[in-house]
């Protein structure tokens, strides 16, 4: 077979994913750009690949993302049209079950509120609502976003979903397109988005969206940070239309020192830390795709080019 190539910004990770190549799929010989052997590879693994890197492989057949997500590709503008193939985990999943759960039992239960009364040294209990009467909008029902909203409503919660075309979520209420986006915010306490960033979810978590929620309603954010409107977060939470949100993803990573969503009361920030792919686990389900593109075989987890997802 022939190398497989690494392409990243992030030197660390270079070396994690060299690693977890050794061990996972020794059978591969694994290169990174500067090694003239990369000119042979016909697969790439990427995140954020260097700008011009894609398009300097003349042998290449396939983009690998080692992520749930293919947007970070973008990094080099330069990306020649192949198939592209994502990692999809199911650790990846259990791993943003805990983070969601996290977040919807930190605004159902009020700990944001006691956290807050803390500061002041108040003792104040406020009325606990049913997990029936609390709604959680999932913005996104693949292969993250449908098993978090049929597991949030296994647990008892009035889950309801909206994708871009109709899908079935046992226990859950699904809305799709568009057309319906309006009537899934209605009514909503707490919104999740775990959509993909395309040209059409960009910005999608933005005022409109907002005031179609519940007053005093949440934000989870776990897709990307290119979703949010950062101000408009920021002048809802301020005002009290929102009582809060949780961000895990920032348009620039890390979030600059100098960025307002550090400071605003109300505002969680965690390090794009919802969910990871084990490095074992790419490397397998890269292997194994080049395994197929080897012999001519349907790859895995293709991207539909169109879609952008
Ligand atoms: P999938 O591709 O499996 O699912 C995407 C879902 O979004 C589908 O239900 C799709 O609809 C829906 N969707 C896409 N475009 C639209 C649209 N225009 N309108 C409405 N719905 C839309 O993705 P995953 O569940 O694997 O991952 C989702 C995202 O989560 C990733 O792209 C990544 O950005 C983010 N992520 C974040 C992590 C973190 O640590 N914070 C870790 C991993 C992923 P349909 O079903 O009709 O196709």
Redesign the pocket.
Known sequence: MKPLVLLSTDQALLGQLQAAFARSAPQLRVVLANDPAAQEAQVAACWFPPAGSLSALPNLKLIHSV?????HLANDPAQPALPVC?V?DPA?RQ??AE?VRWAVIHYHRDFDLAMAQQQQQLWRRHPQRPAGEFHIGV????????AIAAELAAAGYAVRG??????QVTGVRTY???GQFDAFLQGVDLLVN?????P??RGILCRDTFHALAPGAAVIN???GQHLQADDLIHAVESGRLRGAVL??FEKEPLPLDNRLWATPGIIITP?????ASHDCIAQQVAENARRLACKEPLLNRVDPA?G?
């Open positions: 992520a749930a997500g293919v947007d994502r999809v990846h791993g943003m983070y913005m996104g029902l693949g292969s993250l976003g449908g909206w994708s871009r075309t109709a899908r799709a397109g568009e775990l959509l993909p960033l395309t059409q979810t776990c897709g990307r895990d993803v794009h830390m919802a969910s990871c879609l997802y």
